[in-house]
């Protein structure tokens, strides 16, 4: 096993490795697509990144799994990393940091 193979393994499970920057990105506004391209946020795989929903919702999200149809990791929720999992559908916009 490669060194970078059980790195990426240990944060999948054990999640980020401290909080999201503090700063909050500026998202594109105006008209967005319907939903969000799997192999766009592919690239913001282990990597903090700040997520727009389509209800105007924001947050800080660190994916660690992008599927065909919905993207896993861990959301920042009240001071601490929460396991979460949502429909790329539901995500209006996103940038990764």
Known sequence: MYYYDSMYEQMERQGPPGPPPQMTPQLPSGPQAFAVDPGAINRCLFRFTFIRLTNGETFWFFP??????????????FFRWVNFGIDLRRISSFQCV
């Open 64 to 77: 660690t799994f992008v599927g065909r149809n919905s993207v896993a990791g861990y959301r920042w929720w």
